[in-house]
C-alpha cells in the first residue's frame, strides 16, 4: 500500500531467501524501501539494529514457538526499540501493546495495520524507548544470572 515511508531492512537471510524477498518488493514496487543482508557479525547486526525506529517478529502458532521466544525480542527490548508483533503469548508474555509493542494479527492485513500504527506513533517513540529499556533490563544477563546459576546448582545437589 501506498503511504507509508518505510525503509525496511532484514538481516540473517540466506541468498535464496534475499533473492525471494528483493524480488517481492520489486514487484510490489517498493524496492527503494527495502535492505537485506545475509548472515554477518553480531556487532554488524547490533549497528543496523540501533538504527530502527522499531524491531520486527511475527511467530506462527506452532508448537516450538509457544516456548522460545525468540532472542531478538530480548535484544530490542534492551536497546529500546519498541517491537510490531503479533497476538502469541510468546511474544505478548514481555511485551504490551502500545506501551513496548504494537501488537496485530498475523496476517498481511494485520501486518500493514501493525507498520501503520508505528508510522502513527511516531512522537510516542521516547516514551515506548524508555519502556522498551526498562523492560529490557529484566532480562540482561547480570539480572537473569544469579537466578540460571542457582537452578544449575540445583541439579548437581
Same mark, same amino acid.
Given at each position: 500500500?501506498?503511504?507509508?515511508?518505510?525503509?525496511?531492512?532484514?538481516?540473517?537471510?540466506?541468498?535464496?531467501?534475499?533473492?525471494?524477498?528483493?524480488?517481492?518488493?520489486?514487484?510490489?514496487? %517498493? =524496492?527503494?524501501?527495502?535492505?537485506?543482508?545475509? /548472515? &554477518?557479525?553480531?556487532?554488524?547486526?547490533?549497528?543496523?539494529?540501533?538504527?530502527? +525506529?522499531?524491531?520486527?517478529?511475527?511467530?506462527?502458532?506452532?508448537?516450538?514457538?509457544?516456548?522460545?521466544?525468540?532472542?531478538?525480542? %530480548? =535484544?530490542?527490548?534492551?536497546?529500546?526499540?519498541? /517491537? &510490531?508483533?503479533?497476538?502469541?503469548?510468546?511474544?505478548?508474555?514481555?511485551?504490551? +501493546?502500545?506501551?513496548?509493542?504494537?501488537?496485530?494479527?498475523?496476517?498481511?492485513?494485520?501486518?500493514?495495520?501493525?507498520?501503520?500504527?508505528?508510522?502513527?506513533?511516531?512522537?510516542?517513540?521516547?516514551?515506548?524507548?524508555?519502556?522498551?529499556?526498562?523492560?529490557?533490563?529484566?532480562?540482561?544477563?547480570?539480572?537473569?544470572?544469579?537466578?540460571?546459576?542457582?537452578?544449575?546448582?540445583?541439579?548437581?545437589?
Amino acid at each position: 500500500r501506498r503511504g507509508i515511508k518505510l525503509k525496511l531492512s532484514i538481516v540473517g537471510l540466506t541468498e535464496s531467501e534475499r533473492a525471494e524477498v528483493t524480488k517481492s518488493f520489486q514487484m510490489a514496487g %517498493f =524496492e527503494d524501501a527495502l535492505t537485506t543482508y545475509g /548472515v &554477518i557479525p553480531h556487532k554488524d547486526a547490533v549497528e543496523i539494529m540501533g538504527r530502527a +525506529d522499531f524491531g520486527f517478529t511475527f511467530l506462527r502458532p506452532e508448537r516450538h514457538f509457544f516456548f522460545n521466544p525468540p532472542t531478538k525480542l %530480548f =535484544e530490542y527490548l534492551a536497546n529500546g526499540i519498541p /517491537v &510490531i508483533c503479533n497476538d502469541i503469548r510468546t511474544l505478548t508474555h514481555y511485551v504490551k +501493546d502500545g506501551e513496548t509493542a504494537i501488537i496485530s494479527e498475523l496476517s498481511a492485513e494485520g501486518i500493514y495495520r501493525g507498520i501503520a500504527s508505528a508510522g502513527q506513533m511516531l512522537d510516542d517513540l521516547p516514551r515506548m524507548r524508555a519502556a522498551c529499556r526498562a523492560e529490557g533490563e529484566k532480562y540482561l544477563w547480570k539480572r537473569v544470572e544469579p537466578s540460571f546459576l542457582k537452578v544449575i546448582d540445583g541439579l548437581f545437589q
